[in-house]
């Protein structure tokens, strides 16, 4: 059985207003076999695209590897831009050692609502994932029962945005497409991307994230 544990604390800063909310890196970040494209950061895996999404939006010009100058980077650009992370799941135990969500067991949230109490600032959660079992939305609806909390629907469609009230604040979350190679299935299938790619056969899942992405980022 292999203990994955979560590499990274939370990055977040007195100013941030948008939390970025996964589940748990591919376990060669908490063993530290890092392959040469990632970077020993937060959503570093190379494979993982959110920072190509983000690096495409803003045209950073990323670099892709194990410097610290890669890591700075991407810190930088999170401070300028007051953004924060939080993964939402702090360790888990697997049978089998990858990434997948589901493969997950004897799993231990983080507090999420205590880091939100503690920075007040904080008023949208993006979580890289929807709502099926073990993805960031899922663990986060368990999380907020324990404080007597439940989202709120506000927009039913992709990507779905709920809130919630905390202390008199309204929280926005919005359930972003994960970056995920299995999610290209679903976005195959989803009328906007058909429409999108009609019109233009080069438009691909990559291109569609990073519309959708854009408008959050």
């Not at 890092?34 to 190379?46: P, R």
């Not at 205590?114 to 986060?140: A, C, W």
């Not at 368990?142 to 404080?147: C, E, P, Q």
């Not at 233009?200 to 990073?210: C, L």
Request: with cysteine; net charge positive.
């Amino acid at each position: 059985m292999f203990k994955h544990k979560h590499p990274y604390q939370p990055f977040i800063q007195k100013e941030t207003t948008k939390l970025i909310v996964g589940t748990l890196p591919p376990p060669r970040f908490s063993t530290g076999q890092l392959l040469e494209k990632d970077v020993d950061f937060c959503y570093g895996s190379y494979y993982n695209s959110l920072w190509l999404f983000i690096d495409e939006i803003y045209q950073l010009g990323l670099r892709y590897d194990n410097s610290e100058d890669a890591i700075n980077e991407r810190k930088q650009f999170l401070i300028q831009h007051k953004i924060g992370v939080c993964d939402i799941v702090e360790s888990a135990e697997r049978e089998k050692i990858d990434a997948s969500d589901l493969g997950m067991t004897n799993i231990k949230l983080r507090d999420v609502i205590g880091y939100l109490k503690k920075y007040p600032t904080i008023d949208t959660l993006l979580f890289t994932g929807g709502n099926s079992k073990n993805g960031p939305e899922y663990f986060f609806r368990k999380h907020l029962k324990s404080y007597n909390l439940k989202l709120e629907l506000r927009i039913n469609e992709v990507p779905r945005i709920h809130e919630f009230k905390l202390e008199g604040r309204t929280i926005k979350t919005v359930s972003l497409t994960s970056g995920s190679g299995a999610a290209n299935i679903s976005i195959s299938r989803m009328p906007l991307y058909k429409q999108l790619k009609a019109k233009n056969p080069k438009f691909n899942t990559f291109d569609f994230r990073v519309l959708q992405y854009r408008e959050f980022f």
